[in-house]
């Protein structure tokens, strides 16, 4: 094994996956990464979450959430409800608006990859797919 090769190639493999990563997040269209993060992340919760909870599911400090909250609620994407069982706490959940663009960016992410996939021939995407599986561990 050449491990003059591996550093090489671990780094290049470290920045072909950035750039393909940050290209389909730029060309997925409106919303910033960070705050489509935070709407998928409280859609993966099922229901209305409290900001603390879905800080911690970020693993950022409440304040971050709360200006997420805020810039998400003043562009119709989340509501704020009263928390049924605790007076003081305030839950946040996704709206139709929001609903809507978390699908539009899934969609437009999955026709981006798509469209990079294209320069591959079947078995080349096929075989890509199996390299990639592999070196995840799952393959």
């Known amino acids: 094994m050449n491990t003059e090769a591996e550093p090489d190639a671990s780094a290049e493999l470290l920045e072909l996956v950035y750039a393909i990563l940050h290209a389909v997040r730029r060309e997925s269209g409106p919303g910033a990464p960070g705050q489509l993060r935070f709407l998928r992340t409280l859609a993966a919760c099922g229901c209305a979450q409290r900001p603390g909870a879905l800080a911690e599911a ?58 990079r996939l294209t320069r591959l021939s079947s078995a080349e995407q096929a075989e890509l797919l199996r390299l990639l599986r592999v070196v995840a561990g799952q393959g």
């Not at 304040?63 to 009263?82: N, W």
């Open 58 to 115: 970020l693993g950022v400090a409440p304040r971050s959430v709360t200006s997420k909250v805020d810039t998400a609620e003043s562009d119709g994407l989340v509501r704020r409800l009263p928390d049924p069982t605790d007076r003081r706490a305030t839950l946040v959940e996704l709206t139709p608006a929001g609903h809507a663009l978390l699908a539009e960016s899934a969609h437009r992410r999955h026709e981006h990859v798509a469209a």
